[in-house]
């Protein structure tokens, strides 16, 4: 009832406070019209434009966090789902329908494995007091009683092997409050139905409805494309304690919305797959893909599970632009013979990439599109930033350094205008070489 009544005073707030107005006034109001889009040349040109990263791994996009009504609360069949993820383009669907692995007993892993997109699927257990845990790498006969207590939950998660990651963290209906339990890999550090909660809501409506009208759903999702304050400030504070944590970019698409009593098939699973996906870099490339050959069976979803493990990954509001965003380090030229080994990639001294260890000392370079503003954070506090998509910087802290990358509508002197938040980085872990 307490929790209950918390909610009701939490979504009255929002609704009634300021913020859905004056963001839609100062930020996108103004400055949607400026907002430009990529020049056609930054775009990425197809399939393998998208996945070519030049030192052999690949860059895939995944919607993570999705529901199907076959077995739990979404609108749409398995098939439905993964046909909007075609036509989002997206190479990947991580399911994670509520306390439940039976989508992977049924076989629709391997009825997908060697296409694209292919299927993964994962599990969302509810836990005490209503709150939520993505549990991924999971085996098939894993079975939770929901309702428990988090670390329990948590516990039985690792126990089987699978990885714990905080869902929706500072969601308005399903907060988590369980920050101090252990052993969770991590979060996700932005996710679209919370910041939909946050920012669709009676004052914004009054320009949002038209805003639909006129240019449709994803146009809409586009506007409220917003910096996950309350996640990424969650994250930070992980980061801030010495903790690897991995940050995720999830829908939670259910493709329902439920506006008074009644349920809207808003956002469409397609929508939200164009809006906001997880751009996951595999070191042992899972492509091309063949359907008939059956040795890469599972292959696929092996390398996205190491490189999420790894948090080989950074998220993006891809509605925004679909480019690539690199984040690396190298180590300095004298680094102490340990420093070398650093990482998972780091044999021989070869640059880490972001979610890796890096020597303190190593230079941070990140590089986007040149119409990106980027701002190097270690964690949380501000360190620099750099316009034109061109970021570099000698790491002469520990800590967990991370990027975050707007995309820019114009640039007058030192001013940036109509920037909007786009990617957001898995960090480096800059480590003293004693
Ligand atoms: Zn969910």
């Not at 913020?19 to 197809?46: C, H, I, K, M």
């Not at 609108?75 to 399911?95: P, W």
């Amino acid at each position: 009832m307490a929790s209950s009544l918390r909610t009701k005073f939490r979504i009255a707030t929002t609704v009634l406070g300021a913020r859905g107005f004056w963001d839609a006034l100062a930020g996108r109001v103004l400055w949607q019209p400026v907002l430009n889009p990529l020049p056609s040349e930054e775009r990425a040109t197809g399939e393998e434009g998208r996945r070519s990263r030049g030192d052999g791994s690949q860059r895939l996009r995944g919607a993570l966090h999705v529901h199907t009504c076959t077995y739990s609360d979404g609108a749409g069949t398995i098939e439905e789902v993964m046909d909007a993820a075609k036509a989002a383009g997206v190479d990947f669907v991580l399911l994670t329908d509520h306390n439940t692995m039976r989508p992977k007993t049924d076989g629709l892993e391997e009825r997908y494995a060697g296409q694209t997109p292919f299927l993964i699927v994962g599990d969302e257990i509810t836990v005490k007091g209503g709150a939520f845990l993505l549990a991924l790498d999971m085996p098939a006969d894993f079975e939770f009683a929901p309702g428990q207590d988090p670390q329990v939950a948590i516990d039985a998660i690792l126990a089987a092997g699978g990885l714990p990651l905080v869902s929706l963290p500072d969601d308005m209906k399903h907060p988590w409050d369980a920050w101090d339990a252990t052993g969770c890999a991590g979060l996700e550090a932005l996710n679209l139905s919370t910041v939909a909660r946050e920012h669709i809501n009676l004052l914004s409506l009054a320009w949002l409805l038209p805003l639909w009208k006129l240019k449709g759903e994803l146009a809409v999702l586009r506007a409220i494309c917003t910096r996950p304050d309350a996640s990424l400030a969650s994250w930070d504070r992980l980061l801030a304690q010495g903790k690897k944590q991995i940050g995720l970019g999830a829908l939670d698409a259910h493709a329902l919305m439920k506006i008074g009593k009644k349920k809207h098939p808003i956002p469409s699973y397609e929508n939200s797959f164009r809006a906001v996906t997880t751009h996951v870099l595999t070191l042992s490339p899972p492509f091309p893909l063949s359907p008939d050959n059956g040795k890469r069976e599972g292959e696929q979803i092996r390398a996205v599970h190491e490189a999420i493990r790894a948090g080989h990954c950074y998220f993006a509001y891809d509605c925004l632009g679909e480019i690539g965003l690199d984040f690396s380090a190298s180590p300095p030229p004298l680094s102490h013979p340990k420093g070398l080994l650093l990482g998972e990639r780091g044999k021989g001294g070869e640059r880490a990439i972001l979610g890796d260890d890096a020597p303190l000392g190593s230079t941070l370079t990140a590089t986007g599109p040149k119409t990106a503003l980027l701002r190097l954070y270690r964690a949380g506090e501000g360190i620099v930033a750099a316009g034109k998509g061109s970021l570099s910087y000698v790491a002469d802290k520990p800590g967990a350094y991370r990027i975050e990358a707007y995309l820019v509508g114009a640039q007058r002197g030192p001013l940036f205008v109509g920037a909007r938040p786009w990617a957001f980085t898995n960090p480096i872990y800059v480590i003293p070489l004693s």
